[in-house]
């Protein structure tokens, strides 16, 4: 698939603006794992190849196993992941598809108890952050970092 545009060219300030944003997100006081985690499965969830493959590398690059990394999709089926860490992946599926029945109470509240008031408004930062990657990417067919079958 080609390129269809640069959109760090096309909007550098904006797209400057953007990776500020992401500067902030990782720096917010969210366990860096957590991060991993919602990013890659929000990119699973919009199906955005480019985004997948390098929250996937960074995962692993900062220590996740591999096993954790293939088993975000199935992490209901999963034991490998804390409580903390299914709240987050159960809001992060709810909030990626909001216009699925919005975010009910249960899981408002759910969340709730996992995580502070402020800890899920940055989550919730977190995840409008990396939908709007998702999308920049899709969108755009943005240049994949794996060719054929190999990386690059």
Known sequence: ?????NFYKEAPELM???MELKKAVDDCGLE???IHLINLRTSQINGCSYCVDMHSREAREDGES???????SAW?????????????????????????GG????LFEEALSHFSKGELTKLTIALG???IFNRLCI??????PVRSGKEA
């Open 1 to 5: 698939m080609e390129p269809r545009l």
């Open 16 to 18: 400057n603006t953007q």
């Open 32 to 34: 860096k794992g957590l």
């Open 66 to 72: 591999e096993q954790r990394v293939f088993l975000v």
């Open 76 to 100: 209901k089926e999963s034991p490998l992941f804390s409580a903390r860490e299914r709240a987050a992946l159960a809001w992060t599926e709810q909030v990626t598809l909001i216009s699925e």
């Open 103 to 106: 975010v009910p109470d249960a």
């Open 129 to 131: 952050m990396m939908n």
């Open 139 to 144: 969108a755009f067919h943005a240049i994949h």
